[in-house]
């Protein structure tokens, strides 16, 4: 089968043939008896509109302030096998007070904070990767296969979901609940009034120029982006607040600093429910250019 790259992907290429005739002479059942005929080609591809997923739960542009507090579960093996990574910034990280990193077994068994990776009384240690250099420089378009702009990603969400697709492009999540799943683009404020999504069936929720909150017990599946297109993201007041044992199962990414407003970030790194993400969200159809052809 034909392949095409795109960035260091190989994709598979689907050819679609049709033939027109006209003027039968004689066999209206044999195309070769056609007085014309034409053919024409065109090839597609099937593409993901999500590229990548991060390595650790907890994913920040820009760093965490003091005043923020975590319960992050490590992706064990983040930096490779049996490496754990829980937060990966490409800015400082200040571990607050009540804030702790642990494996997925103490999270789990409720000892994050009495057996922690790092903490406020054990200090930063390997799991904590800031400053990182390699950190990319467009978070959006690491995520969203490229995408450079929240419209990027709504045309997407319009490819994906066609006449539902108002159903994901929203101003708040008083819609979203268990039986969400795909991407949603939230332009505004968000706070789920329950549950959302599910490990077989997980969300995308992009978060735009808006404050996240999950209040006590409420639990996301999936990935979630809390985004700004503001020009300088170090001045934005946006912050997530996971109250009460809320917490995100998956992944929390950020290209603003979070903590400045004292918020609180439960993030359980689950492998299942990233790896489910893309069929939950589905693939685009979209055409190879320079293939069409008439001969």
């Known amino acids: 089968m034909e392949e095409i790259s795109i960035g260091s992907n190989a994709v598979p290429v689907i050819t679609i043939k049709s ?11 044999d195309e070769n008896n056609a007085e014309s005929k034409v053919t024409i080609n065109q090839q597609v591809i099937s593409i993901s509109p999500i590229s990548a997923t991060p390595a650790s739960p907890l994913t920040v542009a820009a760093g965490m302030a003091a005043g923020g507090n975590f319960s992050v579960a490590a992706n064990p093996n983040g ?5 754990p990574i829980s937060i990966w910034s490409a800015g400082e990280v200040n571990i607050g007070s009540s804030s702790s990193t642990c494996g997925q077994q103490e999270y789990y068994d409720g000892t994050c904070s009495s057996q922690p990776y790092s903490s406020n009384q054990s200090g930063k240690n390997s799991d904590v990767v800031d400053n990182d250099e390699e950190f990319p420089d467009d978070l959006l378009a690491y995520i969203f296969n490229g995408s450079t702009s929240v419209d990027d990603v709504k045309n997407d969400v319009i490819s994906l979901y066609g006449g539902d697709s108002d159903e994901h492009l929203l101003t708040n999540c008083s819609t979203l609940n268990v039986a969400s799943s795909g991407i949603y683009v939230i332009e505004g404020n968000c706070t789920p009034p329950g549950d959302v999504g599910t490990r077989d069936k997980p969300v995308i929720l992009l978060v735009v120029n808006g ?26 007041t946006y912050d997530i607040k996971l109250n009460g044992g809320a917490t995100i199962y998956g992944a929390l990414v950020a290209n603003y600093k979070l903590g400045n407003s004292n918020g609180t970030y439960n993030a359980v790194y689950d492998a299942e429910t990233l790896g489910n993400l893309p069929e939950s969200v589905g693939s685009i159809v979209a055409t190879v250019p320079g293939s069409w052809r008439d001969w």
């Open 19 to 29: 033939v027109g005739t006209s003027g039968y002479s004689a066999n209206a059942d």
């Open 79 to 83: 930096g490779g096998p049996g490496v």
């Open 211 to 236: 404050d996240l909150t999950l209040n006590a017990n409420k639990e996301i599946y999936g990935l979630v982006f809390a985004y700004t297109d503001a020009a300088n993201v170090n001045t934005v």
